[in-house]
């Protein structure tokens, strides 16, 4: 059974730092790209960042980029997600989604994380 | 950067009505398109996937069709658990969402 597992949120001030985790089980961690997905509250899904299943390949939504960097260790079977510079229209729950392939791209996401809370505020 | 469109945001249905979810893409994404469903403080499930193909357990009433730049996502007969926000996915670059589709008990 896939397992998505995140970790990392919470109440963070504006301008600081934040590393998000997701523990995965149940498939080949490193045969499949993986991205983090987020939503504010009430509001729609964002895609905002995805890796290649080796590693080798990332790319970042134009909000994001520059301050997020994503990351993955395929011994431990975890990706990650290194968040500065956090402003306020980050708050939100963050996904981390499984990809349908290896590649970053084109490929949907089959199973998601329950998600965790990142509040950004003073 | 590819822009996705859904219409209706927000539709009144009842149970057994059909119902159907436009998806408009800001240029062509050939069939790389996926339907999810989300439900209040749950994580989004896969339904459809390249446009019409079904995900592995997914009801039947669900279905998807289009290719190119419109894309539709219909539910046959809505039944009370499929009261939920739908979102579409383009995915020829990336992943961008539409900006999701309220289905609420008329």
């Known amino acids: 059974e896939v397992q998505l597992v995140e970790s990392g949120g919470g109440l963070v001030q504006p301008g600081g730092s934040l590393r998000l985790s997701c523990a995965a089980s149940?498939?080949?961690?490193?045969?499949?790209?993986m991205s983090w997905v987020r939503q504010a509250p009430g509001k729609g899904l964002e895609w905002v960042s995805a890796?290649?299943?080796?590693?080798?390949?990332?790319y970042y939504a134009d909000s994001v980029k520059g301050r997020f960097t994503i990351s993955r260790d395929n011994s431990k079977n975890t990706l990650y997600l290194q968040m500065n510079s956090l402003r306020a229209e980050d708050t939100a729950v963050y996904y981390c989604?499984?990809?349908?392939?290896?590649?970053?791209?084109?490929?949907?996401?089959?199973?998601w994380g329950q998600g965790t809370l990142v509040t950004v505020s003073s | 950067d590819i822009q996705m469109t859904q219409s209706p945001s927000t539709l009144s249905a009842s149970v057994g009505d059909r119902v159907t979810i436009t998806c408009r893409a800001s240029?062509?994404?050939?069939?790389?398109l996926a339907w999810y469903q989300q439900k209040p403080g749950k994580a989004p499930k896969l339904l459809i996937y390249?446009?019409?193909s079904l995900e592995s357990g997914v009801p039947s009433r669900f279905s998807g069709s289009g290719s190119g730049t419109e894309f539709t996502l219909t539910i046959s007969s809505l039944q009370p658990d499929d009261f939920a926000t739908y979102y579409c996915?383009?995915?020829?670059?990336?992943?961008?969402f539409g900006q999701g589709t309220k289905v609420e008990i008329k």
């Open positions: 996915q383009q995915y020829n670059s990336i992943g961008t």
């Open positions: 149940g498939f080949t961690f490193s045969s499949y790209a």
């Open positions: 240029q062509s994404i050939s069939s790389w």
């Open positions: 989604a499984k990809a349908s392939v290896v590649a970053a791209t084109p490929a949907y996401f089959d199973y």
């Open positions: 890796i290649s299943g080796s590693g080798g390949s990332t």
């Open positions: 390249k446009a019409s």
